[in-house]
């Protein structure tokens, strides 16, 4: 049935206001070029994001039954009320999670590499983009340098008090945070100098000598007042067990976190069980390499022979980004018949900033923006020299493209979409698209070489691992050394990589990690069921476009999105 023009208009204002709540995180203000407000992180923040997410919620269910709506508006509305349904929840877990960044990361402490770390890295992002034309902007640059001071004192206030209930960070994250807090703040100065220097207007220099000043009185003392927090009397008394289920209430926040994460309706039992089952598929298979090769020898003799190997090596940040240019340009000729359709932004790949590198295994993929910088994968060149690099043409085709470049470009260039869609973030969606991505590449040939295979299986192991390790430090009663063990038996990554991999599932961002493995999983059952329902005209390329133009949607979304389109003759075939 049709609803009438005022059920559309209220759902349309829900749109709207949820598109307003969304626009206040700071990594969308950056990818719009919008001036950027940095987050407040106080339980007041907290106590009115509820209020904003409670609302919206309670307007959406009065709406009643959604499919008269027109099509997209009913996407929108859906993908509305998963955030209503987020943000509901802040105030209730302020102490034990928050999420700085706004995009669904519920971190246990901020001083973390996934959660405050992440957050801070984009604030000296912002000092080097931030317009310095006019005098005013002069003024919003010193007024912002102070807000980082600020933002930074917010985070203390939170450890401070989530120490007053016996919430303390786990031991080895406290030495992660001795190390990453110095890093930053070593960062923080020569950030906001540079960009301090591209002052236009005049009185630059009164300007250059208040910028000095504010980092020297305002934010160095406030990453020292931070560190303090975590010195040795904190650590004589933090735990040295792990996993958020160790603090009351920890364990059923786990479990709401496993279904925003997977936006499934699983429990963390269930999440487990399908981690070890996945695990022992992947397993065979490598092993079936192995064989095919005619290896006689164990596993590690295996991923051994490859790092040894001086075909998947490189001993500098130019030789890994080679590397990743290598596949870009191998995955070139199929391209036409995956999609179609192009984007404005060539994918890239560079290093890390070094302050990150310590407790970031492989680094992060960081999206084109508004003013035109380059969708770019920032890799750990720290590690990656060190190592085999049979496994980065599935790192690659997961972070740029077929995965997350071609995703965010394409959803990001859709301009007849509203911005709620254009510039919706869903951890289920977009790691099961990258997910997907990685294995299409293989479909397609793009692992032509026994090793390349094999890498490919070996990140496939790695994000298993997630599964099982994720679960298990968090609510299972796993410990941090079972945890390890188990990556160690299945995962072939290097011990560095497998400590501060499982500091980040149980003391960092607890439950994120699930969205892998599970999220591609559904991407391949909702592929095999239209291909089943359209037959001969079913397209490679209409699918992708199904997937990828609606932009992020929880998975059951895009289920029903899918239908949608299906019951429809295909438009771009």
């Known amino acids: 049935m049709d609803h009438h023009p005022n059920v559309a208009g209220a759902a349309l204002r829900i749109i709207d206001d949820a598109w307003t709540e969304m626009a206040r995180s700071p990594y969308l203000q950056v990818k719009l070029g919008r001036t950027v407000q940095l987050p407040q992180i106080s339980t007041e923040e907290a106590a009115r994001r509820a209020a904003v997410g409670n609302d919206l919620a309670s307007r959406i269910a009065a709406l009643g039954d959604l499919s008269g709506l027109p099509h997209e508006m009913s996407l ?7 955030y209503a349904r987020t943000w509901s929840k802040e105030a209730d877990w302020y102490w034990l999670v928050h999420d700085p960044m706004g995009v669904g990361f519920f971190g246990i402490f901020s001083a973390t590499a996934y959660s405050g770390g992440f957050l801070v890295s984009m604030v000296r992002q912002i000092a080097t983009l931030a317009p310095l ?19 930074l004192g917010q985070m203390r206030a939170r450890a401070l008090g989530q120490a007053e209930r016996g919430i303390l ?17 070593a960062a923080a100065g020569p950030t906001w100098r540079a960009g301090a220097q591209r002052a236009k207007s005049g009185g630059s220099e009164a300007f250059l000598v208040e910028v000095d000043r504010r980092i020297a009185q305002l934010i160095e003392p406030a990453y020292d007042a931070l560190l303090a927090v975590y010195d040795d009397a904190y650590l004589a008394s933090a735990p040295e067990t792990v996993g958020v289920g160790q603090y009351p209430g920890g364990a059923e926040v786990y479990a709401e976190l496993a279904k925003l994460h997977t936006t499934q309706d699983l429990t963390p039992e269930q999440v487990h069980a399908a981690g070890l089952k996945r695990m022992a598929e992947v397993q065979a298979q490598m092993q079936s390499i192995r064989e095919g090769q005619g290896f006689k020898g164990s596993p590690a003799e ?9 075909r998947w090596r490189a001993d500098s940040a130019e030789g890994v980004t080679s590397v990743f240019q290598r596949y870009i340009d191998r995955f070139k000729p199929h391209y036409e018949r995956c999609f179609g359709w192009t984007t404005q ?8 900033p070094t302050a990150l590198e310590g407790s970031m295994t492989f680094g992060f993929y960081d999206g084109p923006t508004k003013p035109g910088r380059p969708g770019t994968y920032l890799f750990n060149a720290g590690n990656l020299t060190k190592q085999g690099l049979a496994n980065i043409g599935a790192l690659n085709y997961h972070e740029l493209v077929p995965g997350h470049h071609q995703h965010l470009c394409t959803q990001g260039e859709n301009t007849e979409l509203h911005p709620l869609l254009q510039y919706s973030f869903v951890n289920a969606y977009n790691e099961g698209w990258a997910e997907y991505a990685a294995t299409l590449a293989g479909e397609l040939g793009c692992y032509p070489e026994p090793e390349e295979r094999y890498g490919r299986l070996m990140m496939d192991a790695f994000l298993t691992c997630r599964l099982v390790v994720d679960t298990g430090m968090n609510v299972l ?26 500091v980040r599932y149980s003391c960092d961002i607890p439950g994120q990690s699930l969205a892998y493995k599970l999220g591609d999983t559904v991407m391949f059952e909702l592929r095999a069921r239209m291909q089943a329902a359209l037959g001969e005209r079913f397209s490679l390329r209409e699918f992708h476009h199904a997937v990828l133009h609606p932009g992020a949607l929880p998975l059951p979304d895009l289920a029903f999105h899918l239908d949608h389109i299906t019951a429809a003759e295909p438009a771009h075939a």
């Open 302 to 310: 295996y991923h051994a022979k490859i790092n040894a190997d001086p």
């Open 477 to 502: 009663g796993w410990s941090l050394e079972q945890a390890r063990d188990y990556m160690r038996t299945n995962s072939q990554m290097s011990e560095a990589e497998i400590c501060s991999e499982s």
């Open 76 to 82: 929108a509305l859906r993908l509305a009320r998963h």
């Open 169 to 185: 960070m786990p031991q080895p994250q406290v030495l992660q945070a001795r190390s990453l807090l110095p890093g930053l703040r």
């Open 133 to 151: 034309e006019q005098a005013a902007d002069l003024d919003r640059f010193l007024a912002l340098l102070a807000d980082h001071a600020r933002l």
């Open 345 to 352: 932004s060539l994918p890239y790949a560079g290093p890390l």
